[in-house]
């Protein structure tokens, strides 16, 4: 390696003040003033660009400057040309240096990120933990040309929970080239130095459509317009069932009230810095309204995009900056089913978009796959939006980690890669999943990587990007580790079918008093519930083989680390981010080994927890009293309420909460409903 390299930074004053520059997001207003942001990011770009440098090799000199250097000698030099936010960049060798052109913040970011990746650095996680650095590096990627433009436009996970409001997440979204994000009350402005879209609203319409919600003459809204609420189809609207049929669109009175609450939210408040805002409807999976003026607008896809398109009317005539709506392709909204009508073109021509949400589907199969029956609707639904909707921008929002999985140890490797070229096959530009993982990924992280990866290029070498993460993370226990993820792959392949909202166990378990069943266990996609308990059994052995064979490799690793890590013993009082970073993680394979064992752990004893609860469920309806079965279902409960799974941060405000390992199954409440049955049972005199 040469032994210096300079980073040209072509700002004036930029040589002293970049420092400071990189970290004034606090007082710049990013939507209004694009020169003061050019700065900051240029800056942080920089200041990222010199400390990965520096820590691959310590020798190096890298310097910040405002000139290319006079000799010829190593540089980068660092450009932002126009105001894209789709994050494309190029890079163009120089002499003897290269110059990395952000077509916009965000695309400097990714450039300057891609020479980092040319040299040999990695992020597969969060925080210094998650970091590989080069073996042997160099400054090679001088000479390489290219220009690179995403595969989809918009690249996020859907990071909605206020407790994820965290820097180091979004240095990893910003490194693994995400470019829009829920927006944060403490990382806003930092997501908006990374170049990043802000993103907010959710169920938006339940918030402003609250018929408890007060109008400026101070009645309720209820109180005031019942009828701006969808009409069931008795005919009488009812207060407490408002909310379970969908808002009736024909009452101009309903819409001109939105828009003016849509646009004072977008001015003031914490919405005011955002970028794209979610109008979804009420998540009820109730109807639509049943009124004649309804029905002529079309089905409920139809009914919300004219919805959206007088907003966006309303907001092209009186707001001052540019705001993306969206609105999703989803059951419980009754607007699953693609627009019948032509799309409005304001929606068109603003870039407002809608996000397919299949949250029923089936993870066994592929969205495109015959086979499936759980997954037609959805298929149909995506390709209808395809061929019907041409000129609206069409997001992918998939369920890797929905609630339901409560954070399961989920592997996605081989299903991944293929989904996201169907949806761009499918005309989808954007791409998401609910919900990001918190800490503790194990791992998940291949779920976050391959996300973000294949958002970015759906051209990626598949097998070479395993190769690297398994390389990367497991080094000498790469193969067995990729035996490892396989095993749970397929362990856990019918997760939805276990767990998911409406079409699994947990579901069908959920409302079951513990008594003698009057009907047999019963699942889509199973036969028989002899089927069900062959695929839970099945499921159970390759994660109890998966769980063994990477204790092995932890066992390998620690009998090789004891004599090749630092023995560090004099820990001194203060320590700088680069000291705590050699103590707490100085033995990475061994913690990463430690993570996904962990996770496991709790995976495995989910998975064998509703095995015994289906089998105690079958055997009391074959007329048994299934003994041994609940001994092994209290043996287990038990254990599992022993144990503290630290994931879950659920809640909408800021704020962490911890559950049990047992809570987290959501079979808490069925086993105490099973063991008062029991109990009963045994008081009943003979
Ligand atoms: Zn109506
Ligand atoms: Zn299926």
Not at 58 to 85: C, H, M, W
Not at 311 to 318: H, K, V
Request: hydrophobic content about 35%.
């Amino acid at each position: 390696m040469r032994n210096s390299l300079k980073i040209v930074l072509p700002f004036p004053g930029m040589e002293h003040s970049w420092r400071t520059r990189a970290e004034e997001e606090r007082k710049i207003d990013f939507r209004r003033d694009p020169s003061g942001a050019a700065l900051c990011t240029a800056a942080y770009a920089a200041s990222e660009l010199k400390y990965f440098l520096e820590k691959a090799a310590p020798e190096p000199e890298v310097e910040i400057t405002e000139r290319n250097p006079a000799e010829p000698s190593p540089f980068v030099r660092l450009e932002i040309e126009g105001k894209d936010t789709g994050g494309g960049f190029e890079l163009q060798p120089r002499g003897s240096g290269l110059v990395v052109k952000g077509h916009g913040r965000n695309g400097l970011l990714n450039g300057v990120y891609e020479l980092l990746r040319l040299q040999g650095w990695r992020w597969l996680e969060p925080g210094p933990y998650g970091e590989i650095a080069p073996d042997k590096p160099t400054f090679d990627f001088l000479k390489c040309a290219k220009t690179c433009i995403p595969s989809f436009r918009y690249r996020m996970i859907d990071q909605y929970r206020e407790s994820d409001d965290s820097v180091e997440l979004l240095k990893w979204f910003s490194r693994h080239r995400i470019n829009a994000v829920f927006r944060k009350t403490a990382t806003g402005r930092f997501a908006d130095k990374l170049g990043m879209l802000s993103r907010r609203g959710g169920h938006l319409l339940t918030k402003l459509m609250n018929p408890e919600r007060l109008l400026p003459d101070g009645r309720t809204i209820w109180d005031a317009h019942p009828e701006w609420y969808g009409l069931p189809a008795d005919g009488v609207r009812k207060k407490e069932t408002a909310l379970r049929i969908q808002l009736c669109f024909s009452q101009p009175g309903v819409i001109d009230y939105l828009c003016r609450s849509v646009f004072e939210l977008l001015t003031s408040g914490e919405m005011a810095e955002v970028d794209m805002i979610d109008l979804w409807g009420f998540d009820t999976w109730g109807k639509n309204c049943s009124c004649e003026g309804c029905r002529h607008l079309g089905n409920g896809a139809d009914q919300n995009l004219f919805l959206l398109s007088r907003i966006r009317d309303f907001l092209n005539r009186n707001l001052d900056r540019k705001v993306m709506m969206n609105t999703i392709s989803y059951e419980g909204t009754v607007t699953m089913e693609a627009t019948t009508k032509p799309v409005p073109r304001n929606l068109a021509a603003a870039g407002d978009f809608v996000i397919f949400y299949p949250i029923r589907r089936c993870y066994r199969h592929l969205l495109g796959d015959r086979r499936c029956e759980l997954n037609k609707s959805y298929r149909e639904s995506l390709e209808g939006w395809h061929q019907k909707a041409p000129g609206l921008s069409l997001w992918s929002g998939e369920y890797y980690n929905v609630s339901k999985f409560e954070d399961l140890p989920l592997v996605f490797a081989d299903l991944i890669p293929a989904e996201m070229r169907y949806y761009h096959a499918n005309g989808c530009n954007g791409a998401t999943y609910m919900h990001n993982l918190s800490p503790n990924w194990g791992v998940r992280a291949l779920t976050q990587l391959q996300h973000t990866q294949y958002a970015w290029d759906t051209g990626t070498d598949d097998k070479a990007f395993l190769a690297e993460y398994f390389v990367g993370k497991y080094g000498l226990h790469a193969d067995k580790m990729r035996a490892v993820y396989r095993k749970i792959e397929d362990g856990l392949g019918d997760i939805s079918s276990w767990r998911n909202w409406g079409i699994g166990a947990l579901d069908v378990l959920m409302p079951w008093a513990g008594e003698r069943p009057e009907k047999e266990f019963s699942l889509p996609h199973f036969p028989t519930v002899k089927a069900v308990l062959s695929a839970l059994r099945k499921g159970v052995k390759q994660l109890e083989s998966a769980l063994e064979e990477l204790r092995e490799c932890l066992r390998a690793e620690q009998a090789r680390n004891w004599h090749d890590l630092p023995a560090i013993r004099d820990i001194p009082p203060i320590l700088t981010p680069a000291g705590l970073e050699k103590i707490r993680f100085y033995d990475k394979v061994e913690y990463r080994l430690g993570e996904d064992i962990r996770g496991l752990v709790y995976g495995l004893d989910t998975l064998r927890l509703l095995q015994r609860i289906v089998e105690y469920h079958d055997a009391l309806y074959r007329g048994m009293k299934g003994e041994k079965q609940w001994e092994k279902i209290e043996e287990l409960a038990s254990k599992m309420s022993g144990c503290y799974v630290p994931i879950a941060y659920e809640g909408s405000a800021p704020g962490v909460q911890v559950k049990d390992a047992l809570t987290r199954t959501q079979l808490r409440m069925l086993i105490t409903r099973c063991r008062g049955a029991r109990i009963r049972q045994k008081e009943k005199p003979a």
